[in-house]
């Protein structure tokens, strides 16, 4: 396992410490084991030597007594142990056959194989005992704090608090650290012996290598992700070690390993009769033909299996943990993989930099029904108000590495984008992460998605086949090892990626303090605790998870109002501490018809230089019991259901210029900002666009639609086009039809269109609206001009029921549709050009917010309303009439 022998550890250390007492080489070890050839550095010393005497660490390392620092070592790695204790117990392991975490193996093979031998030698033993934790002192495995009372009584869940809690467990190597120090047959071994403080991982480890043990086959079966067959499989395996037996996995991971590169690595007669696991794992049973097995291992297996049938329920979620921390060891080849990764990522980990691990899930997710999407804001907010809370960035300047695990390479820079500018306190963050990877580009690309039908990872993997396939597993399985190896987890319940990662810190105790890890979707615990039950798989409860921390330190854009007069004046007059005007929601007609209502109430307000509060709901849209659960009962009845979608209204945080000139005389900065411009027309649109500020549930809304409709990061010319169906209100006396939308979008591709893909964005009360433009104009050629068709439709279209339009639909359905409303709304605000009707709300509404939004696309092309005749002028709105063939 070491990089040197014991003779050549003993050479280096005669070197490095003369004139010391022999037993000090096993400093030494330490530091060359975990790749550190070197002198301790001043705050690795610091990690020891306080513990023993009190006293804090001088810049010259080498005037440190060298007794301290192996005594600090050793304490750090098993407890109050004393050196020969700890070496008698290395060498009493390495005599019964369990000092590698494997059991005992055949005499043969344990001369020649150096994957699963830890080395004869027992000083050897101690030294990689002080790595991870072999001769630990402490048996169980690392704990959370301890359980307090969570704020509902029912609720079973530790209460959120950012301390911090030393975890019973060593230091162990990491992957980057033992690069340069061992051969990769040894970087295996470490995998073997990853949890050795864990009992119950030891257990399941000398259980499995009892070869005179009858085992029972676990299938491994195709059907859902990488990581919900990884605990499938688990949760299997354990009613088998209750039953007293040993386990062999037969059958592959699905597309994930049923592929010809896992066929290649494993041979024919292991992938043909057994199946593909250890493509990626080490062999979960390592016994040979004609294995023997020594008494002291066959002794090792009856404790272990006494200990299974015994198990209690709370016993039996730490040893389903430790389980798959025994299941989850990487094989060499998995290995190099993960060392590539974090080269490729400019990760190089020795553990004295703070790691934080988030799982961000998109694609797919839309079909979560347990979860919703969480915008990279509020993970942001979750990772930077934890750090100010744990106190752990007042001190001297931090650095936290972190780590971005997600299925879409759009995330990454999102959070790079928000992290590197703010500091937590005393912390600087630095995010990394893959870049498109397989996996992530195979979401992002919509990859084997069809329309109406969307395809998770795995089927999506399953169609890859080949090495493609294989490196889409791998960079699953890279990310639940980096997300498992983070000192603090942020992530969900309802993924298993995350919930693997919380198990595998709590069993294997990578850092050297535990942090619980963050759950965003903690609301749901009730929803998704009991996930997996059925299969073996313990509640999400035993995994530690605490809910996110009160958001104390927001990053909300600071750059809305920038650059809008107007729009700045209207946050500093509602953001100010003035009296509000009360303006109702009456909740009549269609939802853009009352927002256009309730916006030209409020700038009435507004133009006065009084602020506004708003007050009502917007009849069915908003009047919801989901909404009143969202926002709370007492508001919900006493102020109403606004926020239920928007931000509240006397919430903003204004530049600095509008403040001043608000506080001085706010009526009278309003009216030089609106100058000659066409005032209430310019000031409506304003009020507008600050009235739909949505809240981040909502933003997270608008991305699974985004995703859906395949616009997450469409390119110009983007064009947004409203069709009316059987539904709609307020329809003109002839309302044009697809033949004459694609008419007018033909001939603007001609006169003006862009070079290549031109994207139409079909706004509509009906499916058959997205349809019938599909038909006459997707893939169709217009001047340079190619037109892709893309709109919310079918299951993903609330709002083209007949109930949905009008506000009719009840509970969560209810609350679909308005968002669906919402969303048509801002993406046709978005766009390059707009095709609509002046007689439409929703038509409106989105020319207003495009006007206040983005004034110099909509001056560059106005707004063309079809049920304008030709050669009329333009509209107060701004609204032109088509084109003239």
């Known amino acids: 396992m070491v990089a040197a022998g014991g003779g050549q550890l003993r050479a280096i250390a005669a070197q490095w410490l003369p004139h010391t007492r022999a037993h000090c080489f096993l400093v030494s070890a330490v530091f060359l084991v975990i790749g550190i050839q070197r002198w301790p550095s001043y705050d690795e010393c610091n990690g020891m030597l306080p513990r023993i ?477 009991g996930m997996g039950r059925a299969d073996g798989i313990p509640s999400t409860l035993s995994e530690g998870w605490v809910a996110t921390p009160k958001v104390e330190l927001s990053l909300g854009d600071s750059s809305f109002a920038e650059g809008n007069e107007l729009l700045g004046l209207v946050c500093a007059i509602q953001g100010g501490r003035s009296e509000a005007q009360d303006v109702h929601l009456d909740g009549r007609g269609e939802l853009a018809e009352q927002l256009l209502r309730a916006a030209e109430l409020a700038t009435q307000a507004l133009r006065k230089g009084v602020a506004v509060r708003f007050l009502g709901h917007f009849g069915g849209y908003s009047l919801n019991p989901v909404c009143a659960e969202i926002i709370g009962k007492d508001v919900y009845d006493e102020v109403g259901s606004f926020s239920c979608y928007f931000e509240r209204e006397r919430v903003c945080a204004p530049p600095a210029s509008a403040k001043a000139a608000a506080s001085a005389d706010a009526a009278a900065a309003i009216q030089r900002a609106l100058g000659g411009v066409a005032g209430s027309e310019a000031l409506n649109n304003i009020v507008l666009a600050y009235m739909l500020r949505p809240t981040q549930e909502t933003v997270a809304e608008y991305m699974k639609r985004e995703w859906i409709a395949r616009i997450s990061d469409v390119k110009s010319p983007f064009l947004g086009v409203q069709i009316f169906g059987a539904n709609a209100a307020h329809k003109p006396e002839h309302a044009p039809s697809a033949d004459e939308i694609v008419a007018v979008l033909k001939l603007w591709a001609k006169k003006e269109g862009g070079d290549g893909a031109c994207t139409v964005y079909v706004a509509s009360d009906t499916d058959e609206a997205v349809k019938a433009l599909q038909g006459s104009l997707g893939g169709k050629k217009s001047g340079r001009c190619t037109f892709t068709v893309t709109g919310l439709s079918e299951y993903w279209a609330h709002h083209h029921k007949p109930e949905g339009w009008p506000g009719k639909l009840t509970q969560v359905e209810g609350r679909w549709a308005t968002r669906d409303i919402l969303f048509d709304i801002s993406v046709l605000s978005r766009a390059d050009v707009l095709i609509g009707a002046r007689s439409s709300p929703l038509a409106c509404a989105a020319a207003r917010l495009r006007a206040a939004m983005h004034p110099e696309v909509a001056a560059r092309q106005p707004p063309i309303a079809l049920d304008l005749g030709a050669g009329a002028g333009p509209s107060p709105e701004g609204w032109v009439a088509p084109p003239a063939a």
């Not at 991870?132 to 169980?140: E, L, Q």
């Not at 990491?174 to 012996?193: C, H, K, W």
């Not at 040979?288 to 016993?315: C, D, Q, Y």
Request: hydrophobic share 40%.
């Open 53 to 529: 005497s009190g006293k804090s660490c001088p810049q010259d390392m080498r005037s440190v007594p060298l007794e301290l620092l192996l005594k600090g070592a050793v304490t750090r790695a098993i407890g109050d142990a004393n050196v020969s204790d700890a070496v008698q117990g290395s060498n009493n392991r390495a005599d019964d056959g369990r000092a590698d975490g494997g059991g005992a193996e055949p005499e043969k093979d344990r001369k020649s194989s150096t994957a699963d031998s830890g080395g004869a030698d027992a000083k050897d033993a101690f030294a990689k005992a002080l790595v991870i934790g072999a001769a630990a002192s402490t048996s169980a495995a690392p704990q959370p704090p301890a359980t307090t009372t969570a704020p509902t009584a029912t609720s079973p869940f530790r209460a959120a608090s950012p301390s911090m809690t030393t975890a019973p467990t060593t230091l162990a190597p990491t992957v980057s650290a033992l690069s340069e120090a061992a051969p990769s047959e040894g970087r295996s071994a470490i995998f073997d012996s990853w949890a050795r403080s864990n009992k119950w991982f030891d257990r399941v480890a000398a259980l499995q290598a009892d070869c005179s043990l009858k085992e029972e086959d676990v299938p491994v079966k195709p059907g859902g992700g990488f990581a919900s067959k990884f605990q499938l499989i688990a949760g299997k395996a354990m009613r088998s070690f209750k039953k007293g037996l040993a386990v062999r996995l037969v059958g592959h991971l699905g597309g994930y390993s049923e592929i010809e590169p896992c066929r290649k690595a494993l041979g024919d007669e292991v992938y043909n009769k057994v199946g593909s696991f250890r493509c990626y794992f080490r062999a979960e049973r390592p016994c040979a033909a004609g294995a023997v097995t020594s008494p002291g291992a066959r002794e090792a297996s009856k404790e272990a299996i006494a200990a299974f049938k015994a198990l209690t329920e709370k016993e039996e979620e730490k040893a389903f943990q430790a389980l798959e921390a025994y299941l989850f060891r990487p094989n060499d080849d998995t290995i190099r993989s993960f060392l590539e990764r974090e080269a490729k990522i400019g990760f190089d980990d020795r553990q004295l930099e703070f790691l934080v691990g988030v799982h961000v899930r998109r694609g797919d997710k839309v079909v979560d029904p347990y979860n919703r999407y969480y915008t990279t804001r509020e993970y942001a907010e979750a990772v930077v108000n934890w750090a100010v809370g744990a106190k752990l960035c007042a001190g001297p300047p931090k650095k936290m590495n972190v780590y971005i695990a997600s299925d879409s390479a759009l995330v990454k820079g999102e959070l790079r984008t928000l992290l590197q500018r703010v500091k937590a306190g005393k912390c600087s963050l630095m995010v990394i992460g893959m870049d498109s990877s397989v996996s992530q580009t195979a979401s992002d690309s919509h990859r084997f998605d069809r329309p109406g039908e969307i395809q998770g990872m795995a089927g999506k993997v399953a169609l890859m086949k080949g090495d493609e396939a294989k490196q889409a597993a791998l960079d699953i399985l890279f990310d639940i090892y980096m997300l498992s190896r983070a000192d603090l987890l942020v992530g969900s319940l309802s993924s298993q990626i995350g919930r693997i990662a919380a198990g595998l810190r709590l069993a294997v105790g990578f850092r050297s303090e535990y942090h619980p890890p963050l759950a965003m979707d903690y609301k749901n615990w009730q929803a998704v605790s």
